[in-house]
Nanobody, 122 residues
Framework: QVQLIESGGGLVQAGGSLRLSCAVNGRTSSTYWMGWFRQAPGKEREFVATIGRSAITKYYADSVKARFTISRDNAKNTVYLQMNSLKPEDTAVYYC???????????????WGQGTQVTVSS
């Protein structure tokens, strides 16, 4: 089990950018596929992006492709989500996750962070 601590959320205008960070405590982050999900009020938690152990393989939800970039620094045990061209519909709580294999489903996740709020104003 690992502890995941997100940071970097906040309020931004549409078209702006934010960078989320996820610090991994416990086992070395390179053991896991890492990723991000998000949950808007009244909606189910949905997949955003995931990155493989060596940072070569990445998958994105269609809704964020070409706007968001996931990356990781295994030496720092940290995962990042660079979010550009933000839209009001990106408003949600963003959750970092760790998984033993690639997953786009909440059922495939082993560990969750506490979440960080991202609010995009129009």
């Amino acid at each position: 089990q690992v502890q995941l601590i997100e940071s970097g959320g906040g309020l931004v205008q549409a078209g702006g950018s934010l960078r989320l960070s996820c610090a991994v405590n416990g086992r070395t982050s390179s053991t896991y596929w890492m990723g991000w999900f998000r949950q808007a009020p009244g909606k189910e938690r949905e997949f955003v992006a995931t990155i493989g152990r060596s940072a070569i393989t990445k998958y994105y939800a269609d809704s964020v492709k070409a706007r968001f970039t996931i990356s990781r620094d295994n030496a720092k045990n940290t995962v990042y989500l660079q979010m550009n061209s933000l839209k009001p519909e990106d408003t949600a709580v963003y959750y970092c996750n760790a998984a033993s294999s690639s997953t786009t489903s909440v059922q495939g996740v082993d560990s969750w962070g506490q979440g960080t709020q991202v609010t995009v104003s129009s």
